[in-house]
């Protein structure tokens, strides 16, 4: 153990000093989200707001967003209020690439306007700071084992994130604009009723 904590701590004070940088970041968002349960073609749209907080220490990257919208059927039928609680947490391999581990709930009211679902991802995160006031990253994750309301699982699920944001160079406020996507191939007894998630998203954020 001894060994281990000295190794630590070794590559630790090795480290670029871009790597070891604290940041807290605290963001408000704007978004427009389309739901679709694929197989029964039915898809609901709507917009709504959100925010998060992004902390930084040393190599160690941790991430909280929720956002909330209030979903119309485009068929027709009752609006409903769509909920999502996402957590990751990330370690940086390099500059450019990190591993990353987290959870995610999803809420619904009234609980039976479609499936609440709780889910375990698994997966990598690559940010490129192309100059000193711009910076693009990509993200994707294997999302494990799906819990569904409404029962079922899930053997393909899976989500991938692209986002770009513009700011000032001390990093003190940025503009950003996301779009993510998430696919949950469900399936209940022997039929297939996969669900689709599109999210755009536009803020700010504000840092220290």
């Keep these: 153990m001894k060994r281990t904590g000295l190794a630590v ?11 070891l940088a604290q940041t807290i970041r605290f963001n408000f968002d704007a978004v427009s989200l389309t739901y679709q349960e694929v197989r029964e073609g039915r898809s609901s749209t709507g917009q709504g707001g959100g925010g998060g907080i992004e902390l930084r220490v040393g190599r160690f990257r941790l991430d909280a967003r929720a956002y909330t919208a209030r979903l119309e059927p485009d068929s027709g039928g009752s609006e409903y209020d769509f909920k999502q609680v996402d957590v990751r ?6 500059k ?4 990353e581990v987290g959870g995610g709930r999803r809420y619904v009211d009234p609980e039976n306007a479609t499936q609440e679902v709780g889910l375990i991802r698994i997966g990598v ?3 490129n700071q192309m100059t000193r006031l711009a910076d693009v990253w990509v993200r994707g994750a294997y999302l494990v084992n799906p819990r569904f309301s409404g029962g079922g699982s899930a053997d ?3 989500e991938f994130q692209l986002g770009v944001g513009l700011g000032t160079a001390n990093k003190r406020f940025r503009f950003h604009a ?5 696919r949950i191939d469900r399936e209940v007894g ?5 669900i689709q998630l599109s999210l755009a998203r536009v803020g700010i954020s504000f840092g220290f």
């Design 190 to 194: 022997a039929n297939d009723v996969p």
């Design 96 to 99: 450019l690439l990190a591993l």
């Design 156 to 158: 393909l699920a899976f």
């Design 9 to 19: 701590v070794a590559v630790a004070l090795c480290a670029p000093q871009g790597i």
């Design 89 to 94: 947490v990330s370690y940086a391999v390099n």
């Design 178 to 182: 996301e779009y993510e996507f998430q």
């Design 125 to 127: 995160l690559s940010e």
